[in-house]
């Protein structure tokens, strides 16, 4: 078993106590999509002592962070990726009641996620706010305000990990659309549709935030229309 693999079973064993969904999902989302990878590989969390994850799902950061943490501990590690971040604390934010269930079956008390609405839950205080692929399911006043509040949950140098869907990149953005109406209701959610932004778009709305970013593409070896924002309050 390589190195990564080796991540990937680590990160994934702890779901078998929450079925076989949750097991299965996490060994396709992990396995499959590069984020979490360039985490790692790029060292985005290094430092950050206080990490706060929403729209966390069942807590797929949480799991693999600590997975990595355990493997670079015991030696097996990539060659030439950076150390594993070893934040204090990982909390989650999810909506969706039956995630959060899977996320405590499978972490239990290693897991810190609670049910609600990023809408409206309190964010605390953290170093690091990481948000995959949740704010285009908002209308776009409700996105500018969760951004405000990141930022004001965040110290000045403070990150923000957002990947967006670039409504700009043509045929692959029409997919990813499709992709995502499909998800949201097959999640119970109605098929209203997902209010998507362009790279230059959702830049200038972290900068009217109090935000500094770069752009990073996020969707190798998928058809999708993906892009990292890497963001650093002011």
Not at 73 to 89: E, F, M, N, Y
Not at 114 to 141: E, K, N, P, Q
Request: glycine content about 8%; charged content about 20%; aromatic content about 8%.
């Amino acid at each position: 078993m390589n190195q990564h693999a080796a991540l990937l079973a680590e990160a994934c064993d702890p779901y078998r106590k929450a079925g076989l969904f949750a097991y299965f999902f996490a060994r396709g989302k992990l396995g499959s999509d590069p984020v979490y990878r360039a985490i790692l590989e790029r060292g985005l969390l290094l430092g950050r002592l206080r990490i706060l994850d929403l729209g966390c799902g069942q807590a797929l950061l949480t799991a693999w962070l600590q997975a990595a943490a355990r493997l670079c501990d015991r030696g097996v590690w990539p060659t030439g990726w950076p150390a594993a971040p070893r934040p204090l604390s990982t909390r989650g934010i999810e909506l969706m009641a039956r995630d959060v269930r899977r996320a405590r079956n499978a972490l239990g008390a290693a897991s810190d996620v609670v049910a609600g609405d990023i809408r409206h839950t309190d964010f605390g205080t953290a170093d690091a706010v990481v948000v995959l692929d949740v704010l285009h399911y908002m209308v776009s006043d409700a996105q500018r305000d969760v951004l405000q509040r990141v930022r004001q949950a965040l110290p000045p140098r403070g990150l923000l990990l957002l990947r967006v869907s670039d409504a700009g990149a043509g045929l692959r953005y029409r997919y990813t659309h499709w992709v995502d109406r499909v998800a949201m209701f097959s999640r119970g959610h109605s098929f209203a549709a997902p209010h998507y932004r362009s790279v230059r778009e959702w830049q200038a709305v972290l900068g009217d935030c109090g935000f500094d970013s770069e752009a990073q593409p996020m969707s190798q070896g998928t058809p999708f229309a993906n892009v990292l924002l890497i963001a650093h309050a002011r």
